[in-house]
């Protein structure tokens, strides 16, 4: 069954402090991988997105790492700041057709 | 362009009442997915066209749930008769080519649905 865990479910952290949120899927087989931030009350943003190839790919302060063999990505958030409060979703698509397999999110509130 | 355009931003409705979900997606974008945010199993994908045409409705919950996308500018979301249920957050997204290629998908702000 095609699935993606994301954990934790939530996490406060002091700003300018580090996190790392982690994914795993089951999803076979395997397209891509996004991250999305959702910042309450708004539709989700776009972070990454990686393919089977990619390792590693950075936006700012946000690195997401895939290790396509033992299917789990990280997203790191470097020195957090008060608006990286927020829900953040791992994405994961097959390559046959489009379908999307969601992760039920990580909530993130950064505290001062 | 404005982005992905949701209207509206909030309904509440009475239970057996037909609700209307409007979105506009961004110029010139092939693919529109309709999605459904609760709380208990956060975002799930209801129904998703390419060039107008709906290529996947296995989302959609059952037959009070209806999608059409008249042209390339325009699609709707109806639910009739809504139930108390189906109080959730609609999204409406749109991408410039096939979500398996890699294509980042743009959303809307969303529409609160609330049926009493």
């Known amino acids: 069954k095609n699935q993606v865990e994301q954990s934790p479910q939530s996490l406060i952290i002091l700003e300018g402090k580090n996190c790392t949120l982690q994914?795993?899927?089951?999803?076979?087989?395997?397209?891509?991988l996004r991250w999305y931030k959702q910042d309450t009350g708004r539709g989700p943003v776009s972070l990454t997105i990686?393919?089977?190839?990619?390792n590693t790919k950075s936006n700012g302060r946000y690195t997401a790492t895939l290790d396509a063999d033992t299917k789990q990505s990280s997203l790191h958030i470097t020195a957090s700041q008060l608006s990286d409060s927020a829900s953040y979703i791992c994405?994961?698509?097959?390559?046959?057709?489009?379908?999307?397999?969601f992760g039920t999110g990580t909530s993130l509130t950064v505290i001062p | 362009d404005a982005g992905v355009i949701q209207s509206p931003r909030h309904e509440v409705t009475e239970m057996g009442q037909e609700v209307t979900l409007r979105c506009k997606p961004i110029s010139g974008h092939d693919y529109l997915f309709w999605y459904r945010q609760t709380m208990m199993r956060g975002l799930e994908l209801l129904i998703y066209f390419n060039n107008n045409v709906p290529i996947d409705d296995s989302g959609m919950p059952e037959d009070r749930f209806s999608a059409k996308m008249p042209n390339a500018s325009f699609s709707t979301l109806k639910i009739q008769p809504s139930e108390p249920r189906d109080s959730a957050v609609y999204f409406c997204?749109?991408?410039?080519?096939?979500?398996?290629?890699?294509?980042?998908?743009?959303f809307g702000q969303g529409t609160r649905l609330t049926v009493v």
């Open positions: 994405v994961v698509s097959g390559n046959t057709g489009n379908q999307f397999y």
């Open positions: 994914c795993n899927y089951t999803v076979s087989p395997f397209s891509n």
């Open positions: 990686m393919t089977f190839s990619e």
């Open positions: 997204a749109s991408s410039l080519a096939a979500p398996a290629l890699g294509a980042e998908a743009f």
